[in-house]
């Protein structure tokens, strides 16, 4: 049997590293959501579709840049055998896919095939603006894996928030001068460059030679990586291509700020799956299957509790929001923005079993639920979007999810037994009808609607949500207290 306080350290350790990301992404998902509204007041819908469009093929090309290389590597370097080798087999093979492909795209970029990818990006001018971010992204992204297997999980955190800062403050003066969606990716780059920088200081791991064995033992893991990789890459980006196909680029600038603000139900699930899936790969190496165990059950009671209250919100004022905070053009995205959340809600305990399942080299059975909910998703939304417009593409993304997580939750239960924590998720279902109780009360009252009153009012609901959820919940209660003992220096 484990020791007690071992467990309880491993517990301290996991919630540091994870209110650490936390935080973090607060914070990004804070200050970008104020950008956000900023760009969508100062440049228009056409302009963010634009951004958002160079975002969706620039994760797009990133798949084959990493191939599941990086996280593969991850994996090998914390089994503890040869982790400088696999450190520099990881990034050789990842900057010499990256150069063969910008060989192809160099050669072949005026094939039609090419034109009609990234014909808007072609005709912006903005198709080797991709080429110099994805070298670049390739580069920070080969590095930072190295932070994970250090256990430098705090310091990835902070460098991801200073990325996102760095990168929002470039993105709000370069816009503000009139650079628009130039001022935008110039930012995306920035930011990058700060985390190569941060890396480069912090890394415990030197390059040395490696051999095919090494490379032969990352690509038998990341090949199932890579693969269930392209199912969440294209459930986050496919979407945006498919309407531009169909709708006009200003209808990719709605979508895609329905879709930023829906990241808000998600951080609290991401928070956990960076810090644990490190972790559970060293304890499903190392045979602690009761760590594993417990680790899942907690997670997946915390991945609800920002993202249920928020659906809820959604219902109350996803119109005021939109219109309000980003424009009376964005309004029209007001149920579309419902449905997405709705999927955001479902995917918060996906991603978190299909992190669950990687780390304990399930690899095959995520890709399996993965590509099925991908399939319908892609067939949904090719066949909804020209009949219905955007809200087409959000069902295509909630059935896509849904499907998955079916598939997902059925397989999962024959190796990790998944223990439900039911008093908690009760009182997080009962402390959200309340907070969609007292909104609709003070929605009734005679209030005249502004950007400051739907603020006030997404402060309101929040504050009464996790008053309502620590005063009936004693575990949340016990962990919010453990949170404020941590010792953050360690």
């Not at 090719?382 to 999810?401: C, D, M, Q, R, T």
């Amino acid at each position: 049997m484990s020791d007690p306080s071992e467990t309880s350290d491993k517990q301290m350790e996991v919630q540091r590293h994870g209110t650490m990301y936390l935080l973090s992404s607060a914070g990004i998902t804070a200050v970008g959501f104020l950008a956000t509204m900023f760009y969508a007041h100062w440049v228009g819908a056409g302009i963010l579709g634009q951004y958002f469009l160079f975002l969706s093929c620039y994760n797009l090309v990133s798949l084959f840049t990493d191939m599941g290389i990086g996280m593969a590597g991850v994996q090998r370097m914390c089994g503890g055998t040869d982790p400088d080798a696999y450190f520099t087999a990881s990034i050789s093979m990842r900057m010499g896919i990256f150069g063969i492909l910008t060989v192809i795209f160099v050669l072949f970029h005026n094939i039609s095939v090419f034109q009609k990818f990234f014909g808007d990006l072609n005709s912006t001018g903005l198709f080797w603006l991709l080429i110099l971010t994805l070298g670049i992204g390739t580069f920070q992204s080969s590095i930072s894996m190295a932070l994970g297997p250090s256990n430098r999980l705090g310091l990835a955190a902070a460098s991801s928030f200073l990325d996102n800062i760095a990168r929002i403050i470039i993105q709000v003066v370069s816009v503000f001068l009139g650079f628009q969606v130039y001022g935008l990716i110039g930012g995306l780059i920035a930011g990058l460059l700060v985390e190569i920088i941060i890396f480069s200081r912090y890394i415990d791991y030197h390059l040395k030679k490696f051999q095919w064995s090494h490379v032969k033992n990352i690509f038998s893991f990341s090949t199932w990586i890579f693969l269930s990789t392209v199912c969440t890459v294209l459930f986050d980006n496919l979407n945006p291509l498919i309407i531009a196909i169909f709708l006009p680029v200003s209808e990719v600038g709605i979508f895609g700020v329905c879709w930023t603000f829906s990241i808000f139900a998600l951080f609290v699930s991401t928070a956990i799956c960076n810090t644990l899936f490190v972790k559970v790969s060293r304890w499903h190496a190392s045979g602690e299957t009761n760590a594993i165990v417990l680790a899942l059950s907690r997670a997946t009671t915390y991945s609800l509790i920002f993202s249920l209250p928020i659906l809820a919100g959604g219902f109350f004022i996803s119109k005021d929001l939109l219109y309000y905070l980003y424009g009376a053009s964005f309004a029209a995205g007001a149920t579309v923005l419902i449905v997405i959340i709705g999927a955001r809600v479902i995917q918060s305990i996906l991603q978190l079993y299909t992190y669950f399942l990687l780390a304990t080299n399930h690899a095959r059975i995520a890709f399996t639920s993965s590509i099925t909910g991908t399939f319908v998703n892609i067939i949904l939304s090719i066949i909804l979007i020209p009949k219905i417009g955007l809200i087409g593409a959000a069902i295509g993304s909630l059935a896509n999810v849904f499907i998955s997580f079916i598939i997902c939750l059925y397989y999962i239960h024959g190796f990790i037994p998944l223990i439900i924590e039911t008093t908690p998720i009760l009182h997080i279902l009962e402390a959200t009808a309340g907070m969609a109780c007292v909104l609709e009360l003070i929605l009734l009252l005679p209030i005249s609607k502004s950007a400051v009153i739907t603020i006030l009012l997404v402060i309101a609901g929040a504050v009464i949500y996790f008053s309502i959820l620590i005063i009936m919940d004693e575990q949340i209660r016990a962990d919010a207290v453990r949170t404020l003992k941590i010792k953050w220096l360690q």
